[in-house]
């Protein structure tokens, strides 16, 4: 069982910077691939970012390419998001998600554990 807890999230204008954070429990973490997505209000959840359990090949949408940089610690258990020249329709809840059968998926189904969820909100 792993426990995702996501922290950093808030209010940012918009070509503003913020980074967001999960902290994962569990001895197992380092094994797993990481993933982050977001939801918007009356949208359906969207994957953003993903990274593999050793750091070295990441994955991102289009919306976010070259914006966005997802990166891990493993000895301390835990994956970033650093997210910079934020628009407002970069504004959503972001969920970290951590994925334990091997391989790599960017699907929601692709991913085991959720967090709870950080708000994001980029003003214009």
């Known amino acids: 069982q792993v426990q995702l807890v996501e922290s950093g999230g808030g209010l940012v204008q918009a070509g503003g910077s913020l980074s967001v954070s999960c902290a994962a429990s569990g001895r197992t973490f380092r094994w797993y691939a990481m993933g982050w997505f977001r939801q918007a209000p009356e949208k359906e959840r969207e994957f953003v970012a993903a990274v593999n359990w050793s750091g070295g090949t990441t994955y991102y949408a289009d919306s976010v390419k070259g914006r966005f940089t997802i990166s891990r610690d493993n000895a301390k258990n835990t994956v970033y998001l650093q997210m910079n020249s934020l628009k407002p329709e970069d504004t959503a809840v972001y969920y970290c998600?951590?994925?334990?059968?091997?391989?790599?998926?960017?699907?929601?189904?692709?991913?085991?554990?959720w967090g709870q969820g950080t708000q994001v909100t980029v003003s214009s």
């Open positions: 998600a951590a994925r334990s059968r091997g391989g790599m998926g960017l699907s929601l189904n692709a991913f085991d554990y």
